[in-house]
């Protein structure tokens, strides 16, 4: 069993204890004089038996051990000494896809040149749809966003701009929509399009459709289009907007009472609505969905609908392709084996990456962004569940270092670990110098050691059976959620568009960033705390509000809602112009919220991956849409 002793700034744990408050003094001093004198002094305590660990924030950050201390004297004392260690063990249940993806890796390329020739063929009788003079400029308004939600939108870009810019100056008027003759759907899609846009458009408009009292109006109950309408538009909100809190209370209540009895097809799209609206769902699910729906809508196009089925289908092998490699690199490294106690979550840490790029443009940051997370799920994993303190410092102290050198420093299991950060570091290194973009790197080191040192800071808390205060906890979780250095890698994988000034930008923790970061941060620790307390974990947000100030669970987890919520305003405010970088580094923010909306819907998915990510990834990536 561990023992865990305080004495100042060491620790110690013996079994022979009788011995080891002198043994402690001993170290204490040596560590204290701060000289390599004190070495010999560890060895002859470390003859005697004791597993000495140092675990103090102040020691830590003063380098203290960095700069004097052999790492490897003490990490032979780890490995030496004969005791059992106390591992908070975490039952994780195996992948639940096996090799399948595999069989991807070895596909060619090519794709079919006549399925090619049709997208460019259809893609071009969209684009002549989309420019071509009509009197109704609104007729496009649905045109657009039958695209957007079809998944197409990436190919049509300047166009929807075009138009959507040219709508916007017509009929706004300082933001006020004039001139609007048209029903609550088209006028609520219209809204919905500006703001995704970036075009700021009050919600004064829909003050049209309250009644006397200022309560919306009883007579749009049977307006079912509009209602979902309006109540998707809804979710661009900022704050000050009560117009919009009090339109989506209205629908969802009455789109909640309505669901069961609608006809099919508007039954599953409100279900579906409601489940997940369109602003907060991962884009690639929700072209998967609306594929469907449009083509059960009588009035759908019929180009428009096949163009969208075999595009999906083109970006899905191209998606395989790419899950296939990335399955390939992780069976090669052999990690089940090498890591046993940690989660096998390739396959899902390649649907964040899709989920946050889906864009046959983005490859290579799809790969890195995959790549990221299941180096981070398996550093989570170690720091939150299987390492023991004296690990975890001298793992952080090698990542400090950054340097090959560390290795023997470090019991064999971590090995492993720090080698696979170090050769991801290193591949990533390659591209850059050859692209020119050498100076990514120290951004993403930086964010990787401050990462790092949140999850070092929650180890010592939980050692020490520290409850931290909610604002101890909201800094250390910031870092440990290691949200900047996602971002970061997604931006490096975004090529020569994301200069220096982005990577500045994002490191400074703007108001953009902090919102996204609070959304995961809260969204995950609703969910997973109970479980992780079970297994020895430190406070999430839930328990440190419970804690702080003595509510219950239920109402703690409120309060995260709210904040949530919240959090979404501002991520939609930010998204207006004018935007302080350009819109596709924010979409990326955007997508890493959705992601995390969708995974952690209702329970934590992607530990437990048997339920509905998984119907998720088969959706997108094993079964194609039918022509
Ligand atoms: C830098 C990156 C990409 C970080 C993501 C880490 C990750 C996979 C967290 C999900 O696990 P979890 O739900 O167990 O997280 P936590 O332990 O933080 O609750």
């Known amino acids: 069993m561990l023992h865990t002793n305080r004495f100042g700034s060491i620790s110690l744990c013996s079994n022979v204890q009788k011995k080891s408050i002198l043994d402690t003094n001993i170290i204490r001093s040596a560590f204290h004089r701060q000289t390599w004198n004190f070495r010999p002094q560890i060895r002859s305590i470390q003859d005697r038996g004791i597993l000495l660990f140092y675990h103090t924030e102040k020691a830590v950050s003063q380098n203290l051990l960095l700069t004097n201390c052999s790492m490897s004297s003490i990490a032979s004392l780890n490995s030496d000494a004969k005791f059992e260690l106390h591992r908070n063990v975490a039952d994780f249940k195996p992948s639940v896809w096996g090799d399948y993806f595999v069989q991807h890796a070895s596909e060619s390329m090519e794709f079919d040149q006549n399925i090619v020739a049709q997208i460019e063929t259809r893609k071009n009788d969209v684009r002549n749809m989309l420019v071509s003079k009509i009197e109704k400029p609104l007729a496009k308004v649905h045109l657009i966003d039958s695209i957007i939600r079809l998944g197409l939108s990436y190919h049509f870009e300047d166009e929807i701009e075009e138009i959507l810019q040219h709508v916007y100056n017509d009929y706004a008027e300082n933001g006020e929509l004039t001139n609007f003759e048209e029903n609550l759907c088209s006028l609520a899609v219209l809204f919905r399009l500006l703001r995704q846009q970036g075009l700021y458009v009050s919600p004064n408009v829909f003050n049209k459709y ?208 720090y080698r696979t950060i170090l050769d991801f570091y290193e591949e990533i290194e390659v591209d850059m110098r050859n692209e020119g973009r050498g100076y990514v790197l120290n951004y993403y080191k930086k964010e990787f050691k401050i990462y790092i040192q949140g999850y070092m800071s929650e180890a010592r808390w939980l050692t020490s059976k520290h409850k931290p205060t909610l604002e101890e906890y ?75 100030y003595e509510i219950s669970r239920q109402a703690a987890i409120q309060e995260g809602q709210r904040r949530i919520v919240d959090a979404w305003k501002d991520m939609n405010e930010e998204c207006l112009r004018p935007t302080k970088v350009p819109m596709p580094f924010l979409t990326r923010i955007l997508n890493i919220c959705r992601v995390m909306e969708v995974i952690y819907k209702d329970k934590d998915n992607f530990t437990n991956t048997e339920g509905e990510l998984k119907t998720f990834i088969k959706a997108l990536l094993v079964d194609p849409v039918p022509i």
């Open 210 to 417: 309250k009644d006397e009292k200022g309560n919306f109006s009883e007579r749009l109950l049977s307006d079912v289009e509009g209602m979902l309408s309006l109540y998707e538009a809804t979710h661009m909100m900022v704050h000050g907007e009560d117009i919009l809190e009090e339109a989506l209370v209205f629908t969802t209540t009455h789109l909640e009472s309505i669901a069961n009895q609608l006809s099919c097809s508007y039954a599953i799209q409100v279900k579906q609505s409601l489940r997940q609206t369109l602003h907060k769902n991962v884009p690639r699910l929700e072209a998967r969905s609306y594929i469907s729906i449009y083509e059960h809508n009588p009035l759908h196009d019929e180009n428009l609908l096949i163009l969208a089925k075999l595009d999906f289908n083109m970006l899905q092998s191209l998606h395989q392709k790419e899950f296939g490699n990335l399955c390939k690199w992780w069976k090669e490294l052999d990690v089940p084996n090498k890591l046993p106690y940690a989660r096998d979550r390739i396959v899902e840490c390649c649907f964040w990456g899709l989920g946050i790029f889906f864009e046959p443009q983005y490859s290579q940051a799809r790969k890195m962004v995959s790549k990221l997370f299941v180096i981070a799920t398996l550093t989570d994993d170690t720091y939150d569940a299987y390492g023991t303190i004296d690990e975890l410092e001298l793992f952080t102290m090698a990542i400090e270092r950054w340097d090959n050198s560390c290795l023997d420093s470090l019991p064999d299991y971590m090995k492993f670990l």
């Open 474 to 548: 909201i800094c250390v979780s910031r870092d440990s959620a290691g949200y900047a250095l996602l971002n970061i890698i997604c931006y490096i994988g975004m090529g020569d568009s994301a200069i220096e000034d982005i990577f500045k930008w994002v490191s400074s923790w703007p108001k953009i960033v902090n919102a996204a970061a609070a959304i995961c941060r809260i969204k995950d620790d609703i969910m997973t705390s109970e479980f992780e307390q079970k297994r020895g974990h430190v406070s999430s947000f839930v328990e440190c509000y419970m804690e702080q």
